[in-house]
């Protein structure tokens, strides 16, 4: 059974930084694309950043520069590192493995999705 | 980068048909993902390219994309199928993930 759970939430200051995890089981995350996507407060779904199988990364344009995601194979987990962190950052923020299911029509999809972890920027 | 808009909500008595719109430049052209979210949980995939659905998904949900407009349809709608939609496509030029801004559909 594949699952995903993230960890590391909490209240920063505005500056700050803070690294979230998510911890996957059922299948192997360094086989996978993963992505972090984020749901500021009453607010809409936000893709936030992906990394590829083959370890390259993308990010949206509001955190680029800032956030950084990454993996650790022997851990199965996902990470992402979040600097300089604003208020309007402010948001759950679930892991999702993302999946591609033809590749003739390359359009990844997010198939499974943490239960997402709260991240607070407020003085 | 590419911008997908959704009517904020859709209401539809129980057993109508409820659709759901979501516009882009062209997205005829594009494959689109549909995602339901109830309140305090997780997106749930509900439609994939377009009009294929995941194992699990109920058949009265369909999808359909053509010209400027993507759109699932809830057929014999149901108190359950109260909840926030997302449509979602990938921005190949930017490898970057792209969301609608969501629907709300009440049930009434």
């Known amino acids: 059974e594949v699952q995903l759970v993230e960890s590391g939430g909490g209240l920063v200051q505005p500056g700050g930084s803070l690294r979230l995890s998510c911890a996957a089981s059922?299948?192997?995350?360094?086989?996978?694309?993963m992505s972090w996507v984020r749901q500021a407060p009453g607010k809409g779904l936000e893709w936030v950043s992906v990394?590829?199988?083959?370890?390259?990364?993308y990010y949206a344009d509001s955190v680029k520069g800032r956030f950084t995601i990454s993996r650790d194979n022997s851990k199965n987990t996902l990470y992402l590192q979040m600097n300089s962190l604003r208020a309007e950052d402010t948001a759950v923020y679930y892991c999702?493995?993302?999946?591609?299911?033809?590749?003739?029509?390359?359009?990844?999809?997010?198939?499974?999705w943490g239960q997402g972890t709260l991240v607070t920027v407020s003085s | 980068s590419y911008v997908l808009t959704q009517p904020p909500s859709v209401s539809v008595a129980p057993g109508k048909t409820a659709r759901i719109t979501c516009g882009g430049n062209n997205i005829g052209s594009k494959s689109v993902h549909w995602y339901q979210q109830k309140p305090g949980q997780a997106p749930v995939l509900v439609i994939y390219y377009d009009s294929d659905r995941p194992s699990g998904i109920p058949e009265r949900f369909s999808g359909s994309n053509s010209g400027n407009t993507a759109t699932l349809t809830i057929s014999r709608v149901e108190a359950g199928d109260e909840a926030d939609y997302y449509c979602q496509v990938w921005d190949s030029s930017s490898d970057q993930g792209v969301f609608g801004g969501g629907t709300k559909l009440t049930v009434l």
């Open positions: 999702a493995r993302t999946n591609v299911l033809r590749y003739f029509d390359w359009v990844p999809l997010f198939d499974y």
């Open positions: 990394i590829y199988s083959g370890g390259s990364t």
């Open positions: 059922g299948f192997t995350v360094s086989s996978n694309y």
